[in-house]
């Protein structure tokens, strides 16, 4: 049993890891907005979901900033950040890489691994909707298991290792929705829309000039290794894991409530636990220490409403998986 002194000493150093995270964080925060106008809930979704060590998808139509929002978090969180454009016929050594055979010396042969674009820090995905469902398999099998096997070898990927897709959701000709086991690889769906009038005209002056403005640096690799470590490590009080429990189950067919008629599907395990995640990783970007039930309803729409679907009658009725997610949360007080 550890001395109190041994107890006191490791909270100190705990809280003082905290604030250091914390500050970089915020810093990583504010290098993105000064390049990345009026899209300030995104940013700090994406960030939350990079600092919870999971993946997101980007959804929004063209010319909202999802690439460079990528880019920019790449430079500024220190990552080795690689775009990839998917195609109806980008097959998975596209993504993955090959081998190849080489001769060497002596005329000997032997195969060589040429890594694909997939490993790196941080990949957007664009347009992930487009390839076919093997490349799309191919992709978030790696997201899973980080990993990927070639020939029979395994190579790893790269710590951190996280996955920006992107989709666009007027266009759905020749496209290859994702199913729901694979939409559940996401942490979160994070919605990028229009940005006000103000935003417009800074985006305006600032991206038609003789320069633009661009991202620096606010973090290293080892920072954001760091800062995910201590996000796992921070507490959360009864009443945050209570309501996460309470918002997941009742997001599911046959719960208690007057809302679970309308669902033909809802979120499983992984949802709390992500919930479980993305809330302390929030609570770190404000610079607390422990979440709160606020934090809970803040987060609920993009981590439930991609693991949801609604029945036919409640689409017929008008009824939305963003109204319902919403009146649940309204019932956690």
Partial sequence: MSAPSETFDLDQMIIRNAETAAASVRAART??????????????RALITI??????????????????????????????????????????S?????????????????????????????????EINRASPRTQSALLQAMQEYHVTVAGERHDLPKPFHVLATQNPLEQEGT???PEAQLDRFLMEIDVDYPDR???????????????????AAMAVDDLLSAQRLVRRLPVGESVVEA?????????????????????????????????????????????????????????????????????????????VTGIVRRLTERLG
């Fill in 244 to 320: 996460i429990l309470t918002l997941v189950r009742s997001a599911r067919p046959g719960a208690d409530g007057p809302e679970a008629k309308y669902i033909a599907w809802g979120p499983g395990p992984r949802a709390s636990q992500a919930l479980m995640l993305a809330v302390r990783a929030r609570a770190l970007l404000d610079g607390r220490f422990a979440p709160s039930v606020d934090d809970v309803t803040a987060l609920a729409e993009p981590v439930l409403k991609h693991r949801m679907a609604l029945t036919f009658a409640a689409r017929a009725d008008g009824q939305s």
């Fill in 51 to 92: 600092l919870a060590g999971g993946h997101a998808l980007l959804v929004g139509v063209p010319g909202l900033a999802k690439t460079k929002l990528v880019e920019t978090m790449g430079t500024v969180l220190g990552l080795d950040a690689r775009r990839v454009q998917f195609t109806p016929d980008l097959m998975p």
């Fill in 198 to 216: 103000d935003a417009e005209r800074r985006i305006l002056f600032d991206t038609t000039g003789a320069e633009d403005t661009k991202p620096r």
């Fill in 31 to 44: 290098a993105i907005a000064s390049v990345i106008f009026g899209q300030e809930a995104v940013i700090d």
């Fill in 176 to 178: 290859y929705p994702l």
């Fill in 94 to 126: 596209d993504i993955l890489g090959a081998e190849v055979l080489e001769e060497g010396m002596g005329g000997k042969r032997a195969f060589r691994f040429i890594r694909g674009p997939i490993f790196a820090q941080l990949l957007m995905a664009d």
